[in-house]
């Protein structure tokens, strides 16, 4: 039917428009119902209507794509647990300055922070309360007699806490981060205060971590090493909390972190390898049909062991549209397919738009299938394994190009070797999942030899040897990149016109490529010439580090040792971020001039018996002074606290402030006090 011809790609493109729009301007979830109806009512009388005439083909197109974006509006706010009127939120025992009784369920197990073991929990009842919702729960390190595991009741009296916003510039936002996974609150708690009941009625992720530990439990009894174990969960079983720190900062500096986290990928060597062994059942009687069925469901069995995460949902739900068109032989375009499961995923699951393994997949997939078959037509090599790399190369090649611009967005580094990474790691990657899948049957079966045990092992240390190595090139590791969103959104615009343009030269689509250069050219030279100088009080615990900025230079000054200095996210942060080129550093002063106005800085070896009035006072260090005397001695406009403070010293100073009807900015409490002026 005409009135229908839109293809899935334009309705997707729709929803995740709508699902950004209710994202970042919030629409009531009344209003967005409501528009939605009412749209929908309008597109079945354009529907009728056109079906009499023929030639509203237009109105029906511009009321199915609205309808679609008020769509992606309200799928976004019905999966939103704060509007469920049974959420925690909404409960009239809901109080975040008191201890609460809180019955929870462990739903996930998360990578442990140097003081505390972490989970995500459902919250079941709340002071005896039915209610429903997720909270993160931080657990002291060494008072659990034994880890948590998926699906464990917890009894505990914890007092809810919000999530601490970033306390300096630039940081990762970690409260946003959890909000995209409907986590707004978070509880303390110590294991020897925790009641902890098994779960006699497990559900389906609590029996996935179950299979799991089992097949961790038999594998350690054959002796594979910490490193070799953390790859095989990894890349096998979906789980990352394993590794260590050295080895995921090697597989990210030698550029292929992305095969540590099961995707597209890993998934589609599966599909290759279901397919191999099914193939026999095609010679059946409806064995078409049983191939196709048995395949899906193993592809989901898969999933729920790897954990059901963003990117082995996405991976899953593409390569099941993609078995079920191969098998049953019908062709369908792989933008449709990759459109289609984005589109079902986006209905069910709407916040996995803002997650980046999501984003990366797709953009990767995304640039194979475009760009690929242009880059291989380049050269056509006469032997079969030149050939075979020169695939392999290629296809490393589009998808670097495809997510380059937001892995510079988000992780402001560049693998320069990354091409010779894939070159060896793909190949070496089938290897692990195949021969690894065979591995854990054999070992759930008590029958591993030994050879094979060897066999695998040496496969995964040479692969962390080889890893090792490129990431210790570090003249070929780009980092510290400064690029914000808008260079992302220009370079994405030139990578899709410039291959428009190699795809077909013709003036329009040159000059329409040279224009949007000269543009992006052009931006780039306001940006920096709007560019100001400030002075930012930085939060640190239990340090001192001032940061002055003078356009792309910046002078700290600080009491942080060299290692420390070095390894400090904080300042990087801040050099990415106001595209710092050069810094230079020095001790802590005790005045400062700051855009006309004096800082005297106190510590508590210095006096505040001054001969002039500051505009600020910043204590630091803890120093032993009677607020109130130096309040009227000095009369200072402001009090300022950094990190290197007692908590109990920032209180008493805060409540003075108080009384004293003047402004008192605690770094630990507002974060970092930025001020700017002008050139």
């Known amino acids: 039917m005409k009135l229908l011809n839109f293809t899935i790609i334009k309705l997707t493109l729709f929803l995740a428009l709508g699902i950004l729009f209710g994202y970042f301007f919030k629409v009531d979830l009344k209003i967005s119902g409501i528009t939605l109806l009412l749209s929908l009512i309008l597109l079945a009388i354009a529907y009728f209507v056109g079906k009499k005439q023929f030639n509203t083909n237009l109105i029906f197109g511009i009321f199915s794509f609205l309808t679609i974006f008020v769509a992606g509006i309200f799928v976004l706010n019905v999966h939103n647990q704060k509007h469920w009127p049974n959420h925690y939120t909404q409960s009239e025992n809901f109080n975040l300055d008191q201890a609460n009784e809180l019955q929870l369920k462990v739903t996930e197990v998360l990578k442990s922070s140097v003081y505390q073991d972490k989970y995500f929990v459902d919250v079941l009842r709340l002071d005896n309360k039915k209610v429903r919702g997720k909270l ?11 880890p948590l595991k998926v699906d464990d009741i917890l009894f505990s009296k914890s007092q809810l806490e919000t999530i601490v916003k970033p306390l300096n510039p630039h940081q990762f936002n970690y409260t946003k981060y959890l909000e995209k996974k409907y986590v707004y609150h978070q509880i303390y708690a110590s294991g020897n205060k925790l009641l902890i009941k098994d779960n006699t009625t497990p559900s389906i992720l609590g029996l996935a971590s179950t299979i799991r530990e089992t097949i961790n439990f038999k594998l350690r009894r054959y002796n594979f090493e910490d490193d070799q174990l953390a790859i095989i969960n990894a890349i096998l079983l979906g789980q990352k909390r394993d590794l260590s720190k050295d080895l995921y900062q090697q597989y990210a500096g030698a550029g292929v972190i992305h095969i540590l986290a099961v995707s597209g990928l890993h998934v589609g060597i599966i599909l290759l390898i279901l397919q191999f062994l099914l193939k026999p059942m095609e010679h059946l009687r409806n064995g078409n049909t049983y191939k196709i069925l048995i395949i899906v469901v193993l592809l989901w069995c898969f999933a729920i062991i790897a954990g059901l995460s963003p990117s082995v949902v996405r ?35 709407p916040t996995f738009l803002f997650d980046v393994g999501f984003q990366l997949s797709y953009l990767a997939v995304f640039a194979i299938v475009w760009i690929q078959p242009m880059l291989y037509k380049l050269w056509s090599p006469k032997y079969k394994v030149v050939d075979y790399f020169w695939q392999i190369f290629t296809v490393t090649m589009a998808a670097q190009i495809g997510v380059a611009p937001l892995s510079l967005f988000y992780f402001h580094q560049f693998p320069g070797l990354f091409f010779l990474s894939n070159l060896v790691i793909i190949p070496v990657l089938g290897l692990i999942l195949g021969l690894g899948i065979l591995v854990i049957f054999l070992a759930l079966a008590n029958a591993l030899p030994e050879f094979i045990i060897k066999l695998y092992g040496g496969i995964i240390n040479s692969l962390n040897t080889f890893v090792g190595w490129v990431a210790q090139q570090e003249a070929f590791l780009f980092k510290s990149i400064s690029f914000g969103i808008v260079a992302m959104l220009f370079s994405y615009l030139l990578i899709v016109l410039g291959i428009r343009t190699i795809q077909k030269r013709t003036f329009k689509r040159l000059a329409t490529f040279l224009l949007i250069v000269l543009i992006a050219q052009g931006f780039a030279i306001y940006t920096k010439s709007k560019i100001s100088n400030s002075f930012t009080i930085l939060h640190k615990s239990r340090q001192t580090l001032l940061a002055f900025k003078n356009n792309n230079a910046l002078h700290l000054f600080h009491n942080l040792d060299s290692l420390n200095l070095k390894k400090d996210n904080t300042i990087n942060n801040l050099v990415i971020g106001e595209y710092i080129k050069n810094i230079s550093q020095d001790s802590v002063s005790s005045v400062y001039k700051v855009n006309n106005e004096l800082l005297l800085v106190i510590d508590n070896t210095s006096s505040y018996k001054v001969s002039f009035k500051p505009d600020m006072v910043l204590l630091r260090n803890s120093p032993k002074v009677n607020l109130n005397r130096l309040i009227k001695h000095l009369q200072p406009k402001r009090i300022i606290a950094d990190g290197s403070n007692y908590k109990s010293y920032i209180a008493r100073w805060e409540e003075t ?17 930025t001020i700017d002026y002008a050139k």
């Open 315 to 349: 991976a899953v739900t593409m390569f099941s549209i993609v078995a079920i068109g191969l098998n049953i032989k019908r062709h369908t375009g792989v933008f449709n397919t990759l459109a289609s499961s984005m589109f079902i995923l986006l209905l069910f699951k």
């Open 136 to 146: 993160l729960l931080n657990i002291d390190k060494d008072t659990l007699t034994n």
């Open 657 to 673: 402030c108080k009384n004293e009807k003047l402004p008192f900015h605690a770094t630990a409490k507002k974060g970092a006090l």
